[in-house]
Each structure stands twice: as structure tokens, then as C-alpha cells.
């Protein structure tokens, strides 16, 4: 390193030697109480934290080419009368079985790893492993591992085995896709006022995709399915709901699937943002018997995830995280390298989408680099005031997440907690304080990599006032790797 990097090194707010610590693979799995506490578990936080996340970053030495084709593995934090217990496990998938047995990959990732055996062994197979690592989510009875492309994996919410795939009663065929992003609708207008699961699913076919919405009642059960074709290639990993509708942002992008059939290429690698090329806002009514879909127009870059979505008079108001276009994963490129400068950052944008005129407004309202949007539970679909995510410790460029914020969308207030230099932040959950009426009155769980020990902590955080620093500090006995999503259930599971 000459002597300049090293100065320009010294400025940043982490090293890319200890960010790298949190890519290591974690294959033991842990059960036990946390013992090691700085601060105070608040008496009423009461309930289960599961995560999800790849575990599993190489087979015997030989790496993932990408974060997104690890394995998938749960971590559940359960709180009860000040104490917490640990538990964490891999969901015991096919492709994790075999490949655990075999020691070494047996499938092509969509991400670009490829099977063992050089281009020969990977070219014409299109086999994909179902990694069930992308979220987790409690609901109706059931704790699902989700993964985007294919049927959710059901687990034990007591001791995470895992327990086969679910199929909601054949509502759902094998092998059929269930998105990592449902959302929990809090009173659904279908049903009486009760809460509802929303989901999708993305299953291109050519020239146009077919986008399926599901909905759940509260004993896990699909009451509702209808599935809409629209025009184009669609890369959709997330989307948002208000009481009637859910909203799809169609970025542009475009997919070669040629790379991939001859095994250069995994297939996520073949997808090419269209600079210049507009978004495409689809608005699906929620009432099945409503077929009419609208679709507007914007530009709005590349998203992976939105913040929320509510109606408002005769608009709907979608807040998302934007990048200016879609990252490419080269081959052989290794994403513990990865050039942060070189990347622009995503920002919160607020789109106002006008039923009637069809006009699609938007602004700004975060320009820190952020990812992994959450608001209060009751608010999902709903007017909301304040948001929490994961964000950069510097106010601009990119680089990795190691602070939490909770920004006030009504004033543009912001609050932040930072872990760095050594601590390196993920997605926050906010849990709401039982019996609480305000919208921040509750507290914010992460998992946070701390570099300086190698090892990971729960923070609990004020939700009420980030800036005081954490409620407490839960510190793991060894690490958990970057994860992706995961929810919380006041139910607790030991
Ligand atoms: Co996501």
C-alpha cells in the first residue's frame, strides 16, 4: 500500500480487512443463554428475534462467487424477563445436505457460483439450489424461510429444524416461487380488520412475467391467489402494499440468458440495468375481482427494497431505496474486493403517484447511503411518520452499513447510531413496547459484526432516541455473518 492509499485508508470509518471478517463462514451451530451483557435487556421485551442470512460462504476453502448464494441459516434471539438465549441453525435444505455431504458444490448459485468442475460441469445446467436465505418470518403457525425464486422452507420456531417444504395445503405447487418480501398487512380490509400476510411471486417467461399475489390469514393458510401477466423482463425482489393495492416498481433491465445456459455466467449475472430507460410503476388492486392493473411511469434507477407505501386522498405515496443502476457481478471477480468508491450509493426517494392524472412525482429525502428500510408494524400500508434502517457511518459515498438511523419523513429529523470503526451494522427491527400508542415508543434489535473481537453482538437501541446510544449490548460467543431479513414475533420460542 503506497503512502497515500494508506492516508486515504486512515480517513475511512473501517478497514476492508475487518469488514471482511463478517464474510467468514459460519458452519457450528449454537444454542445457549447470552451471558456476556453490557447494559440492561429491557424487562418487557418480550418475544423472538429470527434472522436470516447466508452461513455458509465456501465449501472446504472453495468461496461462494457472491453472499447471495450462501446457505441459508436462522438465528433466533428470544427475550424473556431480562435474559436472552442464542440459538442458531442451517436450514437443512437439499442442496445444503448433499453439498455438506459431498463437501464441495453441486449446483450452479444464481449469483454466479458455479458447481465444482470448472465451465464443463456447469454449462447446460440449470439446475438452481433452493439456499432458503434471504428472510424469516413467523406467521400463522409457521416459521418460513424465504427465498425468492422457489417454495419457502418450513422450520421448528423452538429448536429451527427443519421441518420440509410448505406447500400451504397444495395452494402452492413445488418448485413454485414465494417471494423473501411479504408484508404484514395489520387490518385487512378483506377480512374484517384482522391482520393478513401479503406476498408475491416473479416468474419470467420470455418476452412478459407473470407476477402472482398471495394473501394469508392469521392460522398460515393461502385464502387468496391471483396471478397477472405484464409485458417485459422483470427482476423484482420487493414490493410494497397499501389497504388496496400492492405496487411493483419494474426497473429496467434486461436479461441475456445465453451466459448462463453455457455455464459462464450465473443467471442473477445476466441481468443488464438499461441506463436511461424509465421505471415502470405497476399498481395491482388487491380485490381479485378488480383486474385492472395501472401502470405509470418514472425514473427511478434500481431498487431492491421499499421503505412503505400509503394512500393518500387520490395518490399513492411509495418510499424506496434507489441506486442509479443495477450493480454487475463480473465472473471471477471476488466481492470481498469490492471497490465501495467506485459504487453508488442508495438513497431514500418518495414517489407520489397520482391515480388520476398519472402523474409520478418525486423527491429526495435521504441522501446518506441506507439499505434495509423498517417502520412500526401497525404502520405497514399506512400513513407513517418514522423509519429506521442501516447506513453508512459518513454522510456521502459508499461503503459499508455501520450505523442505525431513524429519520422523522414528516420533518426530515434524523437521529443515528454509529458502530463503527470496528462494528458493522445490518438490517434493524423495531418492536413496539406492549401497550405503547407512539409510533417510535419501542425499541430497535440488530445484529452488528464487531471486528475488534471477530464476533457479533445484539444492540438494543431507544427507539424513541437513537442518539443515546444502545440499551444494551448482547455479545454472541463467536460471529454471524452479514445477514439479510428476518422479523419478530412476541411469542417466545426456546
Ligand atoms: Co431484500
Known sequence: MSYLEKEKEQEKSYTRVDWQGGYKSQSQEFSYWIDDIEGKIPQELHGTLFRNGPGLLDINGESVQHPFDG?????????????AHFRNRFVYTEGYVAEKKAGKFLYRGVFGTQKS?????????????????????????????????????????????????????????????FSAHPRLDPSCVKDGGKPCLVNFAIKPNGLSTTITIFELNTNGEIVLKHAHSIPGFAFIH???????????????????PIPFALGLKGAGQCV??????????????????????????????????HSNAYEEGGSIVVDSICYE???????????????????????????????????????QIEDRCCEFPRVHPDNVGRPYRYLYMGVTHAATGN???????????????????????????????FVPRPGSKNEDDGWLLALVYDAAYERSYIVIL????????PIAKLHLKHHIPYGLH?????????
Not at 474486493?337 to 388520476?356: H, Y
Request: aromatic share 12%.
Open 71 to 83: 446457505d441459508g441459516m436462522i438465528s433466533q434471539i428470544s427475550f424473556i424477563n431480562g435474559k
Open 117 to 177: 468442475g470448472g465451465w464443463l460441469a456447469n454449462a447446460f445446467n440449470v439446475k438452481i439450489k433452493n439456499i432458503a436465505n434471504t428472510n424469516v418470518i413467523y406467521w400463522g403457525g409457521k416459521l418460513l424461510a424465504l427465498w425468492e425464486a422457489a417454495d419457502p422452507y418450513r422450520l421448528d420456531p423452538k429448536n429451527l429444524e427443519t421441518l420440509g417444504k410448505e406447500h400451504f395445503n397444495g395452494k402452492l405447487s413445488s418448485g413454485e416461487a
Open 238 to 256: 420487493d414490493f410494497a402494499i397499501t389497504e388496496n393495492y400492492c405496487i411493483f416498481f419494474q426497473n429496467p433491465v434486461s436479461f441475456n
Open 272 to 305: 443488464k440495468f438499461q441506463q436511461g430507460k424509465p421505471t415502470r410503476i405497476l399498481v395491482i388492486p388487491r380485490n381479485p375481482e378488480n383486474r385492472e392493473i395501472k401502470v405509470f411511469e418514472t425514473t427511478a434507477g434500481f431498487i431492491f427494497h
Open 325 to 363: 443502476s443495477l450493480p454487475e457481478i463480473e465472473p471471477g471477480s471476488d466481492f470481498r474486493e469490492v471497490d465501495f468508491e467506485a459504487l453508488k450509493p442508495g438513497q431514500l426517494w418518495r414517489f407520489n403517484i397520482n391515480l388520476e392524472s398519472k402523474k409520478v412525482e418525486k423527491r
Open 399 to 429: 461503503a459499508p452499513l455501520q450505523a442505525f438511523e431513524k429519520l422523522d419523513v414528516e420533518t426530515g429529523e434524523k437521529q443515528i447510531w454509529s458502530a463503527a470503526p470496528k462494528g458493522f451494522a445490518s438490517e434493524p427491527v
Open 462 to 469: 431507544d427507539g424513541k432516541n437513537l442518539n443515546l446510544g
Open 486 to 494: 428476518g422479523n419478530f414475533t412476541p411469542e417466545v420460542f426456546i
